[in-house]
């Protein structure tokens, strides 16, 4: 009976949560001892203590700081008339901090009335959630002013377990806006700073310059600063696509991990990485990045604009193919400074389109391990950037085995290079035991294998990415022996304090056992003096010496390129929990974002966990449509503006009216549509006085509107249709209906349709087949009139001698006689196949008799060419005899669309992306090919068909880590013999991508 109270009273708990807004004080620790956050404490100070909501509106209120809270407060009680809860105002220069497990609470939004607002060293709650159908306020506006957020907590457990009372959000997290409330006043320099972050320091997204949006909040356009250290989560990003400038500094320490990763701007927008690595980051539409301080960035975007590398920071663009800046590519100009390191895929490439400047190295596959170079192959496209140093250097053990880097014509080209067969490129744990009981792994006397369940499965792949064969790691080189593999306590490892480093106990005596009859497998074996415990398996590409500390294994670390953490355990310990699953998050764009709609990212980890997050609206890019003076007799406009991207007005252009000196004509004008706008063309509106002076303005298309076409289920014997859609206006098909064929179950009646030819066809006349089935059902086709086939006819010889002859028609017995002196048996056109360049095309003929005699154009034939002949098509050109030739005959040509050519081929997780050079003039669409052999044949040969006016095209289902080959050309849709024939533009040239896993 204690259980189920106990399990009610949980629930209980939780409804109360959702609907009071109650939370449970989280103690929020302390910063450690020492450590300076930049605030006074709270010996000596002035300011006040409150544990009730009463007591925190009242301290408020009377602007005193600082405020500590003692207790859980719960604020933001009150709503506006229309039920949207109203913020809390918190006055400029306020510190807001807890002590003893106080918490703040809120059911509604919090806004700055002024600068230097802090909340330091507590837990942040946003309780507001979409339970019963409510819309969540979780927003802190900055309302144009600075807050600094200092070791605070802002994660809250959502109740998607509540059934119909709960929201079904897994947490409740508030987003960061840089206006305000509506109708309330707003700064001009929004800042955010949140440092010393803890696990819990979240946000749903931080938005540093904001629009309306669909509550009329207060926009913010003006400068943002946002500086963030290395724990902040923010799920669906940072976005300061709206600002005038912005300035984004991400701050963290070495090797750490920073979590943010989705950074969206303008050309205005600069983002500074120090330290630590950003990975698999979406950066998109930034204007400037700066990576300083060893700082590591490994985008899965491809377009950049100014990138700037220093002191041993790393652009890893291995993931990312073929690379575009637009903008300037800066490096070290001091030859003394660290360098910077520039990262690219073996196969792929980066092209600047702006200047480059100082010196970088350049090195592919890893920043730690270059890779292997493909000689003769231009990496990096660019103008070369003049001074004394090199803008590119190879890394010296691409130098040391005879690789050189040069300007070649365009760009930085490899050449030479010559590798020792045995250097591990890279080494793939394909699986392993997370732990394993040191009973049943005893080194044998036979040496035969402990337990073939236990093992690891490791590949060695060379420079060149090629594996190495079982025979070379066996008897060769012995990649899996102790002196390339070491067994470390996973504490030690991952500790970096001087007491751990000087420490001897770190060793496992386990060893790896290579067995012949089971390639790539590696099985463990206890000897004596091992022990239980959590230790890492460090595999490196180096043998190494003896080790003694631990000191002398971290030493190995730039060596290290796979680890694996197992833990053993024995009898006199209880079977331990596997360890921690720790996610690995891969993230793919699946809904892109639009102008005023957000897109979609998917997270999916290797364990088949996922989550999506939203990828915020792009925001309206403003165009100003400037101010136009008015006269004394035309009107003018006032400033205004639109979007560049949808063409959406955002402040609507008004009408100044003309001056008009006194006691002259005013003008009244009044409106008429001359012209109505259409879906697709503008319309016209005319301004006229009674004076007769007019003007025109243009009436923007309406656009399509779009109506579904729904989709039509197949029955057994009636086909269906799949979803498209058409204009409601003007009726254009949008998204054509595909036709679904019948189901067509087993058992029941199958037409079995007989041919019977009802109508027999002649010369001049078709005829009619008709087909039936035993049902009743039939239907008819035509059959195309026979033609005349004329044989040549036995005539007396005196006509024959006169060089006349008579043919007679198989089918009709039709007669014709004519004159024939060594008719002509062929023509020749010049030229059969064209390419559609906008101009007519005429082809010239050369025509000979049976004798091989050129005839006269104009005395013996005529030429009749086909109409039209310049858009894409099959035309025919005819020869007419003429004189003492008799007959014609015809022979036809082609124009085929203009091709296309493929910008570049990015990887995907088990597919492509595909971008090519838009071509829609005189094309429908597009196919692609793709295929694992460079001369497109065998069973993997695969095509996608794309309508025109797309300009990429996302190819998924395809083998992971599978190198494959792209091409594509245009297709246009003629008529030829009143039936639908496509004709195709040449190839373009084909490129190669290796997908991802």
Known sequence: MRKIIRKFFCVLTAVTVMLGGLQAPVAVQAQESGQQTGLSTLAGEDGVVVSTRDEFMNALKQRQSPITVSKLISIGEEAGADKRMLPVIIPGNTLIRATNGGAISSRGPIQLEGDGVCFQNIKLSFTSSSALGSVPHREIFLAGHSLTLDNVNTYLEGEPGLGALGGGEKELLPTVYAGGFSDTAVGQNASLTVKNSNDETMFQAIYMGNGKGTDNNVPYYGSAVLNLDAKVIVREGVDTVLNSQAEITISSQADKTVKVKDIYGNDNTTLTLSQGAMENAIVEDVGSIVLKDSACMSPVTQQFKNVTLVNGACLDLNGAGNAVLTGNFSGVEDPAAKRGILVLNPEGSLTIAGKVTGTTQFQTVNRLFPGWLLPGKTYIYAENGSGTEPNFILAQKSIDYGFELGYEADGWKVNGGQIDSSEIGHIEIVSAPSKVDLRKIPSQEDES?????????????????????????????????????????????????????????????????????????????????????????????????????????????????????????????????????????????????????????????????????????????????????????????????????????????????????????????????????????????????????????????????????????????????????????????????????????????????????????????????????????????????????????????????????????????????????????????????????????????????????????????????????????????????????????????????????????????????????????????????????????????????????????????????????????????VRVDGKSKKLYSDWSGKKTVRTKR
């Open 449 to 973: 294998i402990p337990d073939e369940n236990v093992y690891f499965e490791v590949k060695w792949y060379d420079l060149k990415g090629e594996v190495f064969s079982d025979t070379d790691v066996l008897q060769e080189y012995g990649f899996y022996e102790g002196n390339y593999v070491v067994k470390i306590r996973t504490d030690y490892w991952k500790n970096d304090s001087d007491e751990v480093l000087d420490k001897t106990d770190w060793y496992q005596s386990i060893w790896l056992l290579a067995s012949e009859e089971h390639p790539g497998r590696y099985y463990l074996e206890a000897f004596e003096g091992a022990t239980p415990g959590d230790y890492t398996f460090l595999f490196c590409s180096e043998p190494f010496e003896t080790l003694n500390t631990v000191a002398d294994v971290k030493a190995l670390k730039s060596t290290v390129m796979a680890e694996k953490r197992v833990i053993f355990y024995d009898q006199d310990q209880e079977e331990p929990d596997e360890p921690e699953h720790t996610h690995a998050y891969q993230g793919t764009v699946t809904t892109e974002p639009a102008c005023t709609e957000a897109g979609v990212k998917t997270f999916v980890c290797e364990c088949g966990e996922k989550y999506t997050e939203k990828i915020p609206a792009l925001g309206h890019k403003a165009v100003t449509d400037p101010r136009v003076e008015p006269t004394e007799t035309e009107p003018g406009k006032t400033e205004g503006s639109h979007c560049s991207v949808c063409e959406e007005i955002l402040i609507a252009q008004e009408t100044i009216p003309a001056t008009g000196k006194p006691g002259e004509h005013q003008h009244n004008y009044q409106s008429e549509v001359t012209k109505e706008a259409s879906c697709t063309e503008a319309g016209v509106k005319t301004f006229v006085c009674e004076c007769g002076e007019k003007y025109t303005e243009t009436i923007p298309a309406l656009g399509h509107k779009a109506v579904t076409d729904p989709r039509v289920e197949p029955t057994e014997t009636e086909p269906g249709k799949t979803e498209g859609s058409h204009c409601s206006v003007c009726k254009e098909i949008l998204i054509e209906q595909e036709t679904i064929p019948a189901t067509g179950k087993p058992g029941e009646h199958q037409h079995n349709y007989q041919s019977e030819v009802t109508k027999e066809a002649s010369c001049t006349e078709a005829g009619i087949r008709t087909y039936s089935c035993i049902c009743g059902e039939q239907y008819t086709e035509q059959i195309a009139a026979l033609s005349h086939q004329y044989v040549e006819k036995c005539i007396p010889a005196t006509l024959r001698d006169s060089g006349v002859i008579q043919q007679i028609c198989r089918n009709c017995s039709d007669v014709q006689q004519s004159v024939v002196i060594d008719s002509p048996r062929k023509g020749i056109i010049s030229k059969t196949d064209f390419t559609y360049d906008g101009k007519v095309k005429t082809p010239s003929a050369v025509v000979k008799d049976s004798k091989g005699k050129s005839l006269t154009e104009g005395t013996d034939y005529r030429v009749i060419y086909s109409k039209g002949r310049k858009n894409p098509g099959i035309y025919a050109v005819t020869i007419e005899f003429q004189g003492k030739y008799s007959g014609e005959f015809t022979e036809n040509f082609t124009i085929r669309p203009k091709k296309t050519s493929l910008k570049k081929v990015s990887a995907k997780s088990r597919g492509i992306q595909v971008v090519w050079k838009k071509q829609t003039t005189q094309t429908d669409g597009y196919e692609i090919q793709y295929c694992t052999s460079g001369n497109f044949k065998g069973k993997t040969l695969k095509k996608a068909t794309v309508k025109k006016g797309a300009t990429a095209k996302k190819i998924s289902g395809l083998k992971g880590k599978k190198k494959y080959y792209v091409r594509i050309r245009t297709y246009k849709t």
